[in-house]
């Protein structure tokens, strides 16, 4: 008999809550539609019992898991591997067994960034522009992304850069949208150790220091990088309940530069017009002032048809609310077209999809289902 690891085309979806995500339903038509044997199934683990749920998904054989609230800063203690996204972004949302491993990922970085070229091919296809073009990475010219939000979610875009054609560089507005700030490659700091964790992971935490993560495409030999530093010398381990060590402070833009901003009172390197703002929460348009909003709307040095991304929630669905339709009106009255959160999850969809299985999936399907699930 065979003492090799049996593996089941089986994937779990862990949460707490979970209702009203969308995973299990899109991904189990995903797979009847491509004649795949696999099967997905969603379970409400409470937060005490996670370890638990997952051991017992990694002792079953079972392929991976999709990761939601409040678990994504978690599973550290379970991997074996950790993608240079998912260390920058602080959260895992995906995980699976590959090459005697577990390892785990992110994929909301690239869903935003793939739904941002889909558009801009859409438009250039509206725009008659030549197929040669469209795909020669000579005809974009320099433009920057901005975000609107979290300093983890803006150095996850700038890693993930590398998997879109063009020439972009990310640059993050701060708290009151009077100041913003390039970002440079860098190489991401984990911020999971960081993360606030149950005791029983903070003890499995001190016990993997192997922990690796894949191969960085921003380093010149694709080297991976490591995690092996004693998590009792490191000082982001040692301050794990300061708030200033949350994610969102975990990698830093590059020092500030005079020849990175266009020049004083403005918010946009003049070489590198705005092509989308990435708004990751309402609340960072609606906090701010006024002034500061419509300075960004009216002055910021954009393309001719930039675009606003909405970031879908983590949870996987999305609230009509007031601020949202107000926003949405405030931007395409700017001349800024948006891409809606079920845009982003469709992508994102796919590449857990394939994350999984190997199988590129139709975003047609998915975006089909996810408007049949969510009523859309």
């Known amino acids: 008999m065979s003492l090799d690891r049996v593996l089941q085309p089986l994937v779990a979806c862990l949460g707490n ?29 409470p937060p005490e019992l996670f370890d638990t749920a997952f051991r017992g998904i990694q002792a079953l054989g079972m392929s991976g898991a999709a990761i939601l609230p409040p678990f994504e800063t978690s599973l550290k203690p379970f991997l074996d591997s950790i993608s240079p996204r998912a260390l920058a ?14 390892t785990g990922d992110e994929t909301i970085s690239t869903a935003i960034l793939r739904a941002l070229t889909h558009r801009i091919c859409a438009q250039a296809v509206s725009a008659q522009v030549p ?29 993930a850069l590398f998997d879109i054609p063009g020439d972009y560089s990310v640059l993050r507005f701060d708290e009151t949208l009077k100041h913003a700030k390039v970002l ?14 149950a005791p029983a992971n903070a003890k499995a935490s001190t016990e993997r220091s192997d922990l690796t993560t894949l191969p960085d495409p921003s380093l010149p030999d694709g080297s991976p990088l490591r995690n092996d530093h004693s998590l009792e010398s490191d000082p982001l381990h040692r301050n794990a309940l300061d ?45 701010s002032s006024p002034q500061a909003r419509n300075r960004l709307l009216k002055a910021a040095n954009f393309v001719e048809q930039p675009f606003a991304i909405f970031v879908p929630p ?13 926003w949405i009106e405030q931007l395409e009255s700017h ?42």
Do not use: C
């Open 314 to 326: 983590a949870n996987g669905w999305t609230e009509s609310i007031k601020d949202r339709s107000r």
């Open 243 to 287: 708030p200033t060590q949350r994610s969102d402070y975990m990698l830093q833009p590059e020092s500030p530069d005079p020849s990175s901003h266009s020049g004083e009172g403005e918010l946009v390197p003049k070489d590198r017009p705005l092509r989308a703002l990435i708004i990751e929460h309402f609340d960072s348009l609606s906090n």
């Open 89 to 102: 972004l602080g959260k895992v949302q995906v995980v699976k067994w590959e090459s005697d491993q577990w």
């Open 335 to 376: 001349g800024i077209g948006w891409i809606e959160e079920i845009e982003v999850l469709t992508h994102q969809y796919a590449i857990n999809f394939e994350f999984w299985s190997g199988y590129e999936a139709p975003l047609d399907s998915i975006r089909e289902s996810l408007e049949e699930y969510l009523q859309w």
């Open 17 to 45: 809550p979970v209702g009203g995500n969308p995973t299990q339903f899109v991904m189990t038509r995903l797979a009847r539609e491509a004649e795949l044997d696999w099967r997905f199934f969603t379970s409400q683990v």
């Open 131 to 159: 197929l040669d073009a469209q795909n020669s990475n000579d005809s974009f010219t320099p433009q920057s992304i901005g975000v609107i939000g979290s300093m983890a979610l803006a150095n996850a875009l700038q890693l």
């Open 184 to 197: 440079s490659p860098a190489t991401p700091i984990d911020p999971l150790s960081a993360n606030p964790l």
